[in-house]
């Protein structure tokens, strides 16, 4: 062989050798099991409210209906509308475990293959779209799924139970859930702007009179409470502990609002002022349209009223009223 082979050998042998170990050098990217995309599923299912309807969301996991066609495209190789996602419980979940494995991968891979850290941020993304729910009410959601989590990756050596269908209950006045949403991308209200809806729904509805079957100032539903009160304090209190626990209520209230707020931000293209109207429509009726003549109007204009009068007195204090948009 001559030489110049030898050399161009040589040369072609190093180049392989300093290729494997560039490869060998590379952090390990995470491929998560199907048994922890199972158990993220299951958690965020047990996270999410029972279906309402006239809640706007789809499926048991409550999906946003503007995201179905694209994951649904993406995930399952045809582009669903919400109504057939909402029929087809294998197509639903199908589509979600696809979402979540593609962001429980990209977790695992940003906080170097730490398992509860990834659980949190996948379940702060499911519900706001970031990584960044250290407080209030989504940092109790993710407290939450990561709790069911746990408990299903526990016994991850059987297979997750599949979902049970249920019936979804007729709408009244505060039973309606706003739930974790999923958009690609979200609009996230700020601490002062829920207080200002929470105090405009409280000075809004009638004092509290006996008997009348409301409870506390914010003049709830009873069957409601207990299912708010756990998702939201993780506590499922009574409705005479809802209303002897005014700072309970006013959790429960604003993590309600917080998610709905956000809702009608982003299906108003971030329209303070319709979604301020969506919320209270919604809160009177169940629905966040239809409000547009008589009492129900009456009541919308009132929220709305109160609601800017605690806004202005917010920004003369200099706080903030700025919305954050999140990326996809």
């Given at each position: 062989m001559s030489s110049k082979l030898i050399r161009q050998a040589r040369h072609l042998l190093l180049s392989g050798l300093m290729?494997?170990?560039?490869?060998?050098?590379?952090?390990?990217?995470?491929?998560?099991?199907?048994?922890?995309?199972?158990?993220?599923?299951?958690?965020?299912?047990?996270?999410?409210?029972?279906?309402?309807?006239?809640?706007?969301?789809?499926?048991?996991?409550?999906v946003l209906p503007g995201i179905i066609p694209s994951w649904t495209k993406q995930c399952v190789g045809r582009q669903l509308t919400p109504a057939q996602f909402e029929s087809d419980a294998t197509a639903a979940r199908n589509t979600v475990a696809c979402i979540v494995k593609r962001e429980l991968n990209k977790q695992y891979q940003a906080t170097r293959n730490n398992e509860t850290a990834s659980v949190r941020n996948v379940a702060c993304w499911w519900?706001?779209?970031?990584?960044?729910?250290?407080?209030?009410?989504?940092?109790?959601?993710?407290?939450?799924?990561?709790?069911?989590?746990?408990?299903?990756?526990g016994g991850n050596n059987t297979p997750v139970r599949q979902p049970a269908n249920t019936q979804r209950q007729p709408t009244t006045q505060s039973s309606t859930q706003s739930t974790p949403r999923s958009p690609s991308a979200v609009t996230?209200?700020?601490?002062?702007?829920?207080?200002?809806?929470?105090?405009?729904?409280?000075?809004?509805?009638?004092?509290?009179?006996?008997?009348?079957?409301?409870?506390?100032?914010?003049?709830?539903?009873?069957?409601?409470?207990p299912s708010w009160s756990k998702q939201c304090v993780g506590q499922e209190l009574t409705p005479a502990q809802f209303e002897a626990d005014a700072t309970a209520a006013r959790t429960v209230v604003s993590c309600i609002m917080q998610r709905e707020l956000n809702r009608q931000y982003s299906a108003n293209n971030n329209n303070e002022t319709a979604a301020v109207r969506g919320t209270a429509c919604w809160w009177m009726t169940g629905n966040a349209t239809g409000c547009s003549s008589g009492a129900t109007a009456s009541y919308v204009e009132k929220v709305l009223g109160l609601y800017q009068q605690q806004a202005q007195g917010s920004s003369s204090s200099n706080r903030n009223h700025l919305l954050t948009q999140v990326p996809s």
């Open positions: 290729v494997s170990v560039g490869l060998w050098a590379m952090p390990a990217q995470a491929q998560v099991s199907d048994a922890k995309v199972n158990a993220m599923l299951e958690a965020l299912r047990q996270a999410a409210p029972p279906n309402s309807q006239n809640d706007g969301m789809y499926s048991q996991w409550q519900m706001t779209g970031t990584t960044a729910c250290n407080s209030g009410a989504t940092a109790t959601y993710v407290q939450r799924v990561v709790g069911f989590y746990q408990q299903q990756a996230l209200v700020s601490d002062n702007q829920v207080a200002a809806m929470v105090e405009a729904l409280r000075q809004a509805a009638p004092p509290n009179r006996p008997n009348d079957g409301m409870f506390s100032q914010w003049q709830v539903l009873p069957n409601i409470i």
